[in-house]
């Protein structure tokens, strides 16, 4: 019990705590095991002293006395045998939790050439995550810290495939599938797709597992529907398994190696977003256009001056800052981008920029709002700003944006949270308020969302993108687009 006034910064002075205490019991565990370990008190055939049994047996000592399983000691003594000391240091500092400091050491296991600024910036990023989302962070740094690197041990990370199963009190049981992003993320679509076309009063975890049962087992699909030609229940047969994959049009060209991004789930390195968009629909999010003005005189048959036989009839021109986001018609399989920006740089800007900001007092914050009143930029409001729903075009490329709810720490992925304006739609007077521009609307799930309703979090839009949560006691925290 605290005697004196509890305030966010004791809470957070006893999480420190509490993680360094853990971190001193995992030490002296370590300690005990690689001691015990050296006493030739473990003898083999012959007499003869042997290490690793000793070892075993310290490890089962250990474990029984802690009442934790001898995997785990065993897990604690690999990550501290292997740890780069500036990751140790910090979790013995207890800046890290243990479930961080576990997945920065896997995370960062075999990185050449590792300096110490990447792995301060690894250590902080993983510092401000919840567990959920420390590998995805981390995974972020690392395939922009070396991205031939982070292709080849992504590949080697493939063949780490398997299913496992785990009794739970009272008759349950947990499944667990581990494999490549990109085809779990396909799993999960097609079971939350079936799930929500249903007709059953439960709730929608209840669903999803109904649904998962159904497409694994083959089975129909319970429905509770009193309607005998209810067609809500898709077929489990054939699943619509799809993911959704973003990257520049250099990249997916080969003409540069930025890594893409699977939606609800983080990068990936280039020619994996290359491999997984071989064959799929592809559609170009165009945030501004501009019409080139042909040259006199020009004979030539130059895409510039001549436009594309297959494209669209041409409309009226529109200026760039009359358009908020427009899409091309979807491409079939195989079609291939033949420009783009080489080397993108936006989301590295922004990261800067949040490291920037990090620095300053709240009252500089303040003075880098750089849409107050929500209007994402334009003077007057573009096609469908002043309707309070999203166009699919807009809630599309938000989604691409923010991969998960912008709420510090939150790993919820943005394709399951509300669109939130960031200035409240004003729906007596929609011009007065903030607008349903890109430029303002960002993913908050719905507890998130919640407390930006209720005005205990404050949200404010910055300059590139930047999502500034402010909490109820002051303190800052920022989000930047691709985080």
């Known amino acids: 019990m605290y005697d004196a006034e509890v305030s966010v910064d004791v809470v957070v002075s006893a999480k420190v705590d509490a993680q360094a205490s853990f971190a001193r019991t995992v030490s002296a565990s370590c300690a005990y095991v690689q001691e015990s370990s050296r006493r030739p008190a473990v003898l083999g055939p012959g007499g003869v002293f042997d290490a690793e049994a000793a070892e075993i047996c310290a490890v089962a000592e250990v474990a029984a006395a802690l009442s934790v399983s001898t995997r785990t000691v065993t897990e604690w003594l690999f990550l501290t045998r292997t740890a780069h000391p500036a990751v140790a240091e910090a979790f013995d500092a207890g800046r890290l939790s243990y479930a961080a400091f576990r997945t920065v050491c896997r995370s960062v296991a075999g990185v050449p050439n590792a300096t110490e600024a990447l792995l301060q910036r690894v250590i902080a990023a993983a510092s401000r995550c919840t567990p959920g989302a420390v590998a995805a962070a981390v995974d972020r740094i690392l395939a922009e810290f070396d991205a031939e690197w982070h292709r080849i041990a992504r590949e080697r990370a493939t063949t780490e495939r398997y299913v496992s199963v785990r009794k739970l009190p009272r008759g349950q049981a947990e499944l667990k599938v581990r494999g490549p992003a990109e085809q779990i993320a396909g799993m999960k679509r097609a079971i939350v797709e079936a799930a929500r076309g249903v007709c059953d009063p439960s709730s929608l975890p209840a669903r999803l597992f109904d649904a998962a049962h159904a497409i694994i087992t083959g089975t129909p699909l319970p429905c509770d529907c009193v309607d005998e030609s209810c067609a809500h229940a898709p077929s489990p047969a054939a699943p619509a398994h ?183 739609f004003d729906h007596t007077d929609p011009e007065r308020g903030g607008w349903t521009v890109t430029g303002n609307l960002a993913p908050l799930c719905r507890r998130h969302h919640g407390l930006k309703t209720r005005r205990q979090w404050h949200h404010r839009m910055l300059r590139d993108g930047i999502v500034h949560v402010r909490d109820s006691h002051g303190t800052d925290y920022f989000t930047a687009p691709g985080e």
Do not use: N
């Open 242 to 424: 799809h993911a959704v994959i973003v990257l520049d049009a250099a990249t997916a060209a080969g003409l540069a190696g930025e890594p893409g991004h699977l939606v609800g789930w983080g990068p990936v390195p280039a020619d994996v977003a290359r491999r997984i968009a071989g064959d799929a629909t592809w559609q170009a999010m165009i945030t501004a256009a501009e019409v080139a003005e042909p040259r006199a005189g020009c004979s030539c048959r130059c895409p510039q001056h001549d436009p594309p036989t297959d494209s669209e009839p041409p409309g009226p021109p529109v200026p760039a800052a009359g358009r908020e986001v427009r899409r091309t018609r979807r491409m079939p399989a195989g079609w291939t981008p033949t420009a783009g920006k080489l080397g993108s740089t936006t989301a590295r800007k922004a990261r800067e920029q949040v490291d920037y900001l990090r620095t300053l007092p709240p009252s500089a914050v303040d003075r880098a709002v750089a849409d107050p009143v929500g209007h994402g930029g334009f003077a007057v409001p573009p096609a469908g700003a002043l309707t309070y729903r999203p166009s699919e075009a807009i809630a599309s490329l938000v989604t691409a944006l923010y991969p998960t709810c912008v709420h510090p720490g939150c790993a919820v992925p943005s394709e399951d949270c509300d669109l939130d304006h960031v200035v409240p």
